[in-house]
C-alpha cells in the first residue's frame, strides 16, 4: 500500500515562502508522474505542478516563475518551493503519484496566505 504524506503548510503573510514536502512510503522511481494539486473552498481541485521520473516539469500558468518542483529520490520525496505567495494560493495542497495503471492521493496540507 503506498502512502503519500504532505507536509510545511502553514499560514504565511503576502510576499512569504513555504516549501511543501511529500513522502512517499517506498521508492519514487516506480511513479512515472508525482505532482502538486490545490482545492480551494467552492472551487475544484486543480494542477499545481507535476514532476516525471526523467525530471520533466509542468506548471499552471497561475504558479509559473513563483513556484518549483523537485524531487529527491534517496529520500523518497518530492516538494515544492512556493515563492512570492498570494492570497489566491491560499487552499489545500494535496500530493499524488501515477504509475500506469493507478493513481494515489496524500491527504493534503493547508496553506493559507493572509496578512
Known amino acids: 500500500q503506498v502512502q503519500l504524506v504532505e507536509s510545511g503548510g502553514g499560514l504565511v503573510q503576502p510576499g512569504g515562502s513555504l516549501r511543501l514536502s511529500c513522502a512517499a512510503s517506498?521508492?519514487?522511481?516506480?511513479?512515472?508522474?508525482m505532482g502538486w494539486y490545490r482545492q480551494a473552498p467552492g472551487k475544484q481541485r486543480e494542477l499545481v505542478a507535476t514532476?516525471?521520473?526523467?525530471?520533466?516539469?509542468n506548471y499552471a500558468d497561475s504558479v509559473k516563475g513563483r513556484f518549483t518542483i523537485s524531487r529527491d529520490n534517496a529520500k523518497n520525496t518530492v516538494y515544492l518551493q512556493m515563492n512570492s505567495l498570494k492570497p489566491e494560493d491560499t487552499a489545500v495542497y494535496y500530493c499524488d503519484a501515477r504509475t500506469t495503471t493507478y493513481r494515489y492521493w496524500g491527504q493534503g496540507t493547508q496553506v493559507t496566505v493572509s496578512s
Open positions: 514532476i516525471t521520473h526523467g525530471n520533466s516539469t
Open positions: 517506498g521508492s519514487i522511481f516506480r511513479f512515472n508522474v
